[in-house]
């Protein structure tokens, strides 16, 4: 399975070997939720929480502390640390890294955790959580729910892969139901 830290070595491999550790973890969070948007699934298994500067990855995090930057040699020290190796990624998720790249990547660290703020996915989890927390978990699953259904803003450009799924109003659904049943284990698999 694909984890934060072969995402996160894509982007490194993209900003020439280092990058700064904010920038990174919002690069991962844009790069998880496209790539929800585009299949309803999550790209890697890693905990998201919100956090002062936008949504983090906690495993990310814990190995970055109190580093501003992140470079090869530190996912490299990640991968040997969990006895594993990168991942070679689909193309299709290689397209989506690239459209956040080329989206969000001239974006300085501290532009970008300010444009995460606007994300209601993050804001709602960082506004519930107690006065005292430094963090709030954001859930996997409503972060895919999000992305779903968020589509790309102007000023982001996406250059995105064609989507994985289609998205069907469930109204439409209703007036195929009605019209006939012939079609209907096609309309009942939508459902569920």
Known sequence: MVSVFDIASEFVDRAEGQI???????????AFGW??????ER???EQFYAMKFGPVVGQLLS?????????????????EAWD???EELPGYVQR???????AYGKKGAFALAEYSHSEAVWKDSWESKPKDAKRAVMELDDVVTYFLEREPRGEEDLDLPPAMLTRVDWAV???????????MPFIEAFRE
Not at 63 to 79: E, G, I, Y
Not at 175 to 181: M, P, R, T
């Open 84 to 86: 594993t190796q990168r």
């Open 35 to 40: 790539y929800a948007h585009l299949t309803g």
């Open 63 to 79: 190995a970055h502390a109190k580093r501003k930057v992140v470079d090869r040699s530190l996912l490299d020290d990640q991968f």
């Open 20 to 30: 700064e550790s904010v920038k990174l973890q919002k690069l991962c969070f844009y």
């Open 173 to 183: 659904l209703e007036e195929a139901e009605a019209e006939s049943s012939i079609h």
């Open 43 to 45: 790209l890697f298994g």
């Open 96 to 102: 989506v890294i690239d459209a956040v790249w080329d």
